[in-house]
T-cell receptor
């Protein structure tokens, strides 16, 4: 079965640079979620989109922005990167009308800021 | 505030034995869903089991079962016949109807000893 795809899997950036993370949800899933997991921490919700509209917002810094496109893939844009942004970034997807509460996670993008 | 508490940072069990991981949560919502996720060394987030709050019957998935005590807001995970591949970080999480974001506990690191 198709799973959530995230790219790139690993990314190394320097402070003050910009990064773009991409997420391709499971086919026919209409909702995308972004989570940030710092070293030794639990995942923290950043933002979610339903049918290309932002549906909820968590502890996402103002330096970050995200959107969901017409093909339902989503991108998380991160600017003015800081050392503290180094983390594993997960994307998850679900379908609102079918087991909407069950989220399927991608493999994550490991971002290292040096 | 909506919170999840996992009071056992680390646990260890002998292969083939049974282990129970504890989780308590707090929410004022009446309709919510509870999950246990497994995160092995690969860091992939894998859904182990889910429980709808409106269902009284405890969920079971093969060797994994839960003890859901709604009044006590407790949601423990029992792993029977533990296998070496069960070694992982286990996160308890829940989501509510008003916002589908997952709220995670701090995790319990489980080591299965041969």
């Amino acid at each position: 079965a198709a799973g959530v795809i995230q790219s790139p899997r690993h990314l190394i950036k320097e402070k003050r640079e910009t990064a773009t993370l991409k997420c391709y949800p499971i086919p026919r899933h209409d909702t995308v979620y972004w989570y940030q997991q710092g070293p030794g921490q639990d995942p923290q919700f950043l933002i979610s989109f339903y049918e290309k509209m932002q549906s909820d917002k968590g502890s996402i810094p103002d330096r970050f922005s995200a959107q969901q496109f017409s093909d339902y893939h989503s991108e998380l844009n991160m600017s003015s990167l800081e050392l503290g942004d180094s983390a594993l970034y997960f994307c998850a997807s679900s379908h609102r009308d079918k087991e909407f509460y069950e989220q399927y996670f991608g493999p994550g993008t490991r971002l290292t800021v040096t | 505030a909506q919170t999840v508490t996992q009071s056992q940072p680390e646990m260890s069990v002998q292969e083939a034995e049974t282990v129970t991981l504890s989780c308590t949560y707090d929410t004022s919502e009446s309709n919510y869903y509870l999950f246990w996720y497994k995160q092995p060394p690969s860091r992939q987030m894998i859904l182990v089991i889910r429980q709808e709050a409106y269902k009284q019957q405890n969920a079971t998935e093969n060797r994994f079962s839960v003890n859901f005590q709604k009044a006590a807001k407790s949601f423990s995970l029992k792993i029977s016949d533990s296998q070496l591949g069960d070694t992982a970080m286990y996160f308890c999480a829940f989501t509510v109807d008003s916002s589908y974001k997952l709220i995670f506990g701090s995790g319990t690191r489980l080591l299965v000893r041969p």
